[in-house]
């Protein structure tokens, strides 16, 4: 069962309608997809970093912040290099990783770091915990597309290939 229409039994139609034309519902849902994913990097900072837990818990924390933040642009952004790359729902799984590897490197690693300097990991803390996870980026962009995609369809939105089908059906 999808979380939305758990809400529009209690809520009704019009109003599930008006919900998921919300932009901040929308925003909510980049912002539990990203900070849902970020979880896993505890393990990055904690056995390759080699960041003690106290650090895991500042980075993680910092990390929420951050994510609530920057959880929709980067939405945003992986919609619009889907929307470029021509990846919809249908598309050849191998392109669907690629885009999402890429996307993932370039719209990931800069704010890691970010919150890497804020929870006050030294430079080669950083250099190393940064470097994994762009060299990651293979292992690890697609679930974390896969998890966007998962939590927009449970709060009833379009996910990136919806966004990305829908432009190319406009310009046909």
């Known amino acids: ?10 809520m009704g139609e019009k109003a599930r ?3 998921v ?3 901040f519902y929308n925003w909510a849902s980049d912002i539990a997809a ?7 990097f505890a393990l990055n ?7 003690d837990w106290a650090e895991v818990g500042k980075t993680r924390l910092a990390a ?10 980067y939405g945003i952004y992986r919609d619009w290099v889907m929307k470029k790359s021509h990846v919809t729902e249908d598309s050849h799984w191998l392109k669907k990783y690629i885009v999402d ?3 993932f490197a370039t719209g990931q690693t800069p704010f890691y770091l970010g919150f ?7 430079a080669s803390e950083m250099v190393k915990a940064a470097s994994f996870l762009t060299l990651a980026a293979p292992l690890v962009g697609r679930p974390q597309g896969w998890v966007y995609d998962r939590m927009r369809e449970q709060f009833g939105l379009e996910t990136a290939y919806d966004k990305a089908e829908k432009e190319q059906t406009t310009e046909v």
């Open 1 to 10: 069962m999808r979380l939305i229409n758990g809400l529009e039994k209690i």
């Open 17 to 19: 309608e008006k919900l």
């Open 21 to 23: 034309n919300n932009r």
């Open 34 to 40: 990203i900070n849902l994913f970020s979880l896993s």
């Open 45 to 51: 900072e904690a056995f390759i970093a080699g960041m």
């Open 64 to 73: 929420f912040v951050g994510n609530t933040v920057i959880g929709r642009p």
């Open 101 to 103: 590897v890429g996307t």
């Open 116 to 122: 890497l300097a804020v929870a006050g990991a030294d």
